[in-house]
């Protein structure tokens, strides 16, 4: 049974509590976890407040913060078979993803670590001779980082590396459901050289930790990624600090085919987007929205590609796709699609859960043309596709905003205006033409609507973690003159 521990204040710690962390694969305890709670909380954020104002970072250079993120870099890259290994273990991530993540990570760290010294200020042009006005970009204060079970170094680093280029500190909570890698994360920041307090890493349940966390007088901003309903708590308790925040809430995502796309490559690309992660990502591409003169022939072509998948323990470098993180999630994704069978949806493969231990459930295609299907409202977060047809232009693009969420979307066809209409046209922060699931530390990413607001990736997350100041400097040496005296 490995134990771990939280990281606060340059220390490691043991929470006011402790519980047992399950192995997807296996539905057993493996990990001993700390659970933090309101002591531990206060205990983080007073340490960030303290590093951010008064400790020795406050006093490095942008440049120096950079080189420390740089060194962290290169930690996460050295380790990122022990991390990924972890990833799996507490997730059920299948290895061969957790490990090409995770060496991905680092890059976004090498990223901020290069904008650290260009978040600028600027002289303003103001209309008054004897003033000269600049802008500084400060660092917001304390920030909370609130980060769900699957993909959680990812997910992290996106916070994580531009909170820290913008010089915040903060205190970052671990998914109780899966913590393992970001607690073993904390000992590559202390290794890295942070001062104590800038990164403090917790884990805990939600009434107990989270919501001490996001309602703390003493945070400033507080980015979540997660789901709507915990996300609406957040912006509950922000109302007692005023903090701002940042939401990435998932979605339900369109994935639109056209009969000239080439359909080999589309089909490649809808597996990927449905059953990669075993279709536990916030961009999973889960209704399929196909033209109808192509629909039996699609159908059948993803069919044969999802019965072959190897599902299998997410340890094993030839496992496809591996079990669900948690036995809530199974029930979840069970229940969903024996209430859209009821509806009238049409079980084209897979839709049974698997008997034997671990949270597996396999690949799974709902044919949901002409009804009202739950499947296409409701978010499985599991490896489970929905499928409509269409007939014109306009009802792809009419099935594709059917939605309340707006984080993600694809096209595939041939047409270039074709695609130049839908991009402008789909309402969601993403839209990918011809790909699916492309993600860099350059480009942002992000939703409207359910699928929240705010940005990460890019120089505008950095911007994000930072607040204006306004400077004025007189620069006339004649005295003010008395305001009361006529003249």
């Known amino acids: 049974m490995q134990r771990f521990q939280c990281y606060i204040d340059g220390e490691f710690l043991d929470g006011e509590a402790r ?15 700390p659970e933090a709670r309101e002591g531990d909380v206060d205990r983080a ?18 440049t120096q913060r950079g080189k420390l993120l740089y060194k ?36 976004y760290y090498r990223y901020y670590a290069g904008i650290a010294d260009k978040i600028e200020g600027s002289y303003l042009p103001i209309d008054k001779p004897d003033m000269d006005v600049w802008l500084r970009r400060e660092p917001i204060g304390v920030v909370a980082m609130v980060v769900p079970w699957n993909s959680q170094l990812f997910l992290s680093a996106v916070k994580i590396g531009p909170a820290l280029a913008a010089g915040c500190t903060m205190v970052v909570k671990a998914s109780e459901d899966g913590p393992a890698p970001l607690l073993e994360f904390a000992r590559l920041v202390h290794e890295a050289g942070f001062p104590a307090g800038v990164v403090n890493i917790i884990t805990g349940f939600g009434a107990s ?19 709507p309903e915990t996300a609406r ?11 701002s925040t940042s939401l990435e809430l998932g979605g339900k995502s369109p994935f639109i085919v056209f009969a000239d796309a080439d359909l080999e490559s589309a089909a490649n690309a809808q597996v990927a987007g449905i059953f990669a992660a075993t279709g536990q990502s916030c961009v999973a591409g889960s ?7 192509i629909k039996d022939r699609f159908l059948n072509l993803l069919k044969d590609k999802a019965e072959a998948i190897r599902v299998g323990t997410p340890l094993d470098m030839a496992t496809e796709v591996g079990p669900l993180a948690t036995k809530r999630q199974q029930d979840h994704v069970a229940a969903l699609i024996h209430k859209s069978v009821q509806s009238g949806a049409r079980i084209v493969t897979g839709g049974q859960m698997p008997e034997g231990e671990g949270f597996y459930f396999p690949p799974t295609i709902l044919d949901c043309d002409g009804v009202a299907s739950p499947s296409l409202a409701e ?69 409207f609507g359910l699928s929240g607001h ?17 400077i004025w400097l007189r620069t006339s040496d004649d005295p003010i003159p008395d305001p009361f005296v006529m003249r």
């Open 72 to 107: 962290l870099a290169d930690l996460v890259a050295a380790n990122a078979q022990k991390l990924a290994e972890l990833e799996t273990r507490d997730t059920g991530k299948i290895i061969r993803e957790t490990s090409a993540q995770i060496a991905y990570v680092a890059d």
């Open 287 to 293: 209704r399929l929205i196909v033209e109808r003169s």
């Open 454 to 470: 705010g940005r990460e990736g890019g120089l505008a997350a950095a911007l994000d973690y930072t607040r204006t100041k306004t």
């Open 19 to 33: 519980y047992r962390s399950i192995d997807p694969a296996t539905g057993k305890d493996w990990a001993d976890m």
């Open 379 to 447: 978010e499985f977060f599991g490896p489970v596709l929905s499928v409509v047809a269409f007939d014109t232009e306009a009802d792809a693009l009419r099935l594709a905003n059917d939605t309340r969420y707006g984080l993600a979307s694809g096209v595939f066809t041939q047409n270039l205006t074709r695609a130049h209409r839908l991009m402008k046209g789909i309402r969601a922060g993403i839209v990918w033409v011809n790909t699916y699931r492309a993600v860099s530390p350059i480009a942002p990413f992000g939703g």
């Open 209 to 227: 930790c989270g919501a001490a966390l996001s309602r703390h007088p003493k945070i400033a901003h507080v980015a979540f990624t997660g789901g």
């Open 45 to 62: 954020v007073n340490a960030a407040e303290k590093a951010l104002y008064e400790g020795p970072w406050s006093k490095l250079t942008a």
């Open 233 to 243: 708590h957040i912006v509950r308790n922000s109302a007692e600090n005023l903090a």
